[in-house]
């Protein structure tokens, strides 16, 4: 055998058993209708024992056992496929969206690791910490914005066991801020552990604050909600506190927003009416190879007035998600800055509020105007271009000049001054700096 035909000839095994491999992971992947019917067997099982509202889940069974009869699950022998069409029928028959059932192997395998692997949080948490750690466990950013006004966007409320250290780190980062803003804008939900644990350190009682009592359906145990006395760090109360939320903050997240305006008295939601996804979760597995998510809590008492499933929770300032955190700082500087009694701390917050309404709220100058501006001020140079103008300091890099009022404007990425144009006999003859701590310097200009 030549070589040419030894190198055709392994090419031809090579490919033969990747279709193999191929063939098999397909043929394993698929569904055959005793696996179909032991599935949805089992899961309407567990529907029945866990699911804590009876009426709904006797529809939901019901729902499902008659779309199986009439072949509505047939064609949809692929797993993922199948778990994906099943779940949106738990949804619709249920209207419950924390209704899920994935195909996760790798999931479900380290739930049966423990000895009761039906219900395995335990087993679960500590898979998804591994996946979430990359997330900073879902406390994306923290900073300061102008007047001091701490951000913090937090996307999971994850097991405190595990993200607990991160969540007392971002509050101290807080501890000097004037006013707070918690981003929950893109936050869908997690562990009630940990929204209690940074709700604490907003809660203006030193006491223990009881939330609720919830009555576990698996096992009948009891769990009650409520902040704790002690925090690591300093308290943030007593300051303005915002909570931004859209129609994609989900569950713990708007069992966070709910329960923050019922501790603390400053608290502000500001955004758009949230998901409406109440009922707290379980995870079980099914058939070996399937994650059901399904509700297993059923609430005994409600110490504040507050219920959001199928409703959300509604915002006290509704505005677009995009334009959610723009409205909260403009609004936490003019609060701190109307209650403030000190003179110069009021002209800080001043200050900070004009240059936010220039971001934020941008004013719009005629095209005349702006280039009648530009042109040399000494050591400073002032441009037009693109329709908008620019701030130089000797041939450094350009900033942007936005307008606070007809002649007075903010230089992106400079908060320590402001630039004013002062007007003569019609002309533009000077650029004024105006520093933070009252000095003014005063720069002429040299071109006419």
Same mark, same amino acid.
């Given at each position: 055998?030549?070589?040419?035909?030894?190198?055709?000839?392994?090419?031809?095994?090579?490919?033969?058993?990747?279709?193999?491999?191929?063939?098999?992971?397909?043929?394993?992947?698929?569904?055959?209708?005793?696996?179909?019917?032991?599935?949805?067997?089992?899961?309407?099982?567990?529907?029945?024992?866990?699911?804590?509202?009876?009426?709904?889940?006797?529809?939901?069974?019901?729902?499902?056992?008659?779309?199986?009869?009439?072949?509505?699950?047939?064609?949809?022998?692929?797993?993922?496929?199948?778990?994906?069409?099943?779940?949106?029928?738990?949804?619709?028959?249920?209207?419950?969206?924390?209704?899920?059932?994935?195909?996760?192997?790798?999931?479900?395998?380290?739930?049966?690791?423990?000895?009761?692997?039906?219900?395995?949080?335990?087993?679960?948490?500590?898979?998804?910490?591994?996946?979430?750690?990359?997330?900073?466990?879902?406390?994306?950013?923290?900073?300061?914005?102008?007047?001091?006004?701490?951000?913090?966007?937090?996307?999971?409320?994850?097991?405190?066991?595990?993200?607990?250290?991160?969540?007392?780190?971002?509050?101290?980062?807080?501890?000097?801020?004037?006013?707070?803003?918690?981003?929950?804008?893109?936050?869908?939900?997690?562990?009630?552990?940990?929204?209690?644990?940074?709700?604490?350190?907003?809660?203006?009682?030193?006491?223990?604050?009881?939330?609720?009592?919830?009555?576990?359906?698996?096992?009948?145990?009891?769990?009650?909600?409520?902040?704790?006395?002690?925090?690591?760090?300093?308290?943030?109360?007593?300051?303005?506190?915002?909570?931004?939320?859209?129609?994609?903050?989900?569950?713990?997240?708007?069992?966070?927003?709910?329960?923050?305006?019922?501790?603390?008295?400053?608290?502000?939601?500001?955004?758009?009416?949230?998901?409406?996804?109440?009922?707290?979760?379980?995870?079980?597995?099914?058939?070996?190879?399937?994650?059901?998510?399904?509700?297993?809590?059923?609430?005994?008492?409600?110490?504040?007035?507050? &219920?959001?499933?199928?409703?959300? =929770?509604?915002?006290? #300032?509704?505005?677009?998600? *995009?334009? !959610? @955190? /723009?409205? %909260?700082?403009?609004?936490?500087?003019? &609060?701190?800055?109307?209650?403030? =009694?000190?003179?110069? #701390?009021?002209?800080?917050? *001043?200050? !900070? @509020? /004009?240059? %936010?309404?220039?971001?934020?709220?941008?004013?719009?100058?005629?095209?005349? =105007?702006?280039?009648?501006?530009?042109?040399?001020?000494?050591?400073?140079?002032?441009?037009?271009?693109?329709?908008?103008?620019?701030?130089?300091?000797?041939?450094?890099?350009?900033?942007?000049?936005?307008?606070?009022?007809?002649?007075?404007?903010?230089?992106?990425?400079?908060?320590?001054?402001?630039?004013?144009?002062?007007?003569?006999?019609?002309?533009?003859?000077?650029?004024?700096?105006?520093?933070?701590?009252?000095?003014?310097?005063?720069?002429?200009?040299?071109?006419?």
């Amino acid at each position: 055998m030549t070589r040419l035909h030894k190198r055709r000839f392994k090419d031809v095994v090579l490919i033969s058993a990747l279709m193999c491999s191929l063939l098999f992971a397909q043929q394993r992947n698929t569904l055959t209708k005793t696996q179909q019917k032991e599935i949805i067997a089992e899961l309407c099982e567990k529907i029945e024992n866990i699911y804590p509202f009876p009426e709904i889940s006797e529809q939901t069974i019901s729902g499902i056992q008659r779309y199986y009869a009439e072949g509505k699950y047939n064609s949809y022998t692929d797993r993922s496929e199948f778990a994906n069409y099943l779940t949106m029928d738990l949804e619709d028959l249920s209207n419950d969206t924390h209704f899920r059932l994935s195909y996760n192997p790798e999931v479900a395998t380290e739930m049966k690791k423990q000895k009761d692997y039906e219900v395995s949080e335990e087993s679960l948490t500590a898979y998804e910490a591994r996946i979430e750690k990359w997330q900073n466990y879902g406390f994306k950013e923290l900073k300061i914005l102008d007047g001091a006004v701490g951000y913090l966007d937090l996307r999971l409320f994850f097991a405190t066991y595990y993200a607990g250290d991160v969540a007392v780190a971002a509050m101290n980062f807080l501890t000097n801020c004037n006013a707070v803003i918690i981003d929950l804008r893109y936050n869908g939900g997690g562990w009630d552990d940990m929204v209690n644990f940074i709700l604490s350190y907003f809660a203006e009682s030193r006491d223990e604050v009881m939330f609720s009592v919830a009555q576990y359906t698996v096992d009948s145990s009891y769990y009650a909600g409520k902040t704790i006395s002690y925090v690591p760090g300093k308290r943030l109360t007593g300051i303005p506190v915002y909570v931004l939320i859209s129609r994609s903050t989900a569950s713990a997240a708007e069992a966070f927003a709910s329960k923050i305006k019922f501790i603390n008295s400053h608290a502000v939601l500001v955004g758009e009416t949230s998901a409406g996804a109440e009922n707290p979760i379980s995870s079980i597995v099914i058939g070996d190879e399937f994650v059901l998510n399904i509700p297993s809590w059923r609430l005994v008492f409600r110490k504040y007035d507050a &219920k959001w499933e199928g409703i959300g =929770v509604k915002p006290d #300032i509704e505005t677009t998600v *995009e334009k !959610a @955190l /723009d409205v %909260a700082h403009i609004d936490a500087l003019r &609060k701190l800055s109307e209650t403030s =009694v000190d003179k110069e #701390i009021k002209d800080k917050y *001043e200050w !900070a @509020l /004009d240059g %936010a309404r220039a971001i934020y709220e941008p004013i719009s100058l005629p095209e005349d =105007v702006l280039k009648a501006y530009a042109g040399n001020y000494g050591t400073r140079d002032v441009y037009f271009e693109d329709g908008m103008l620019y701030y130089q300091y000797k041939k450094r890099t350009k900033r942007k000049m936005l307008a606070v009022r007809k002649d007075y404007f903010i230089i992106e990425d400079y908060d320590f001054f402001r630039v004013r144009f002062t007007i003569e006999k019609g002309k533009v003859n000077s650029l004024e700096e105006i520093f933070t701590d009252g000095s003014v310097m005063r720069n002429t200009r040299t071109n006419k």
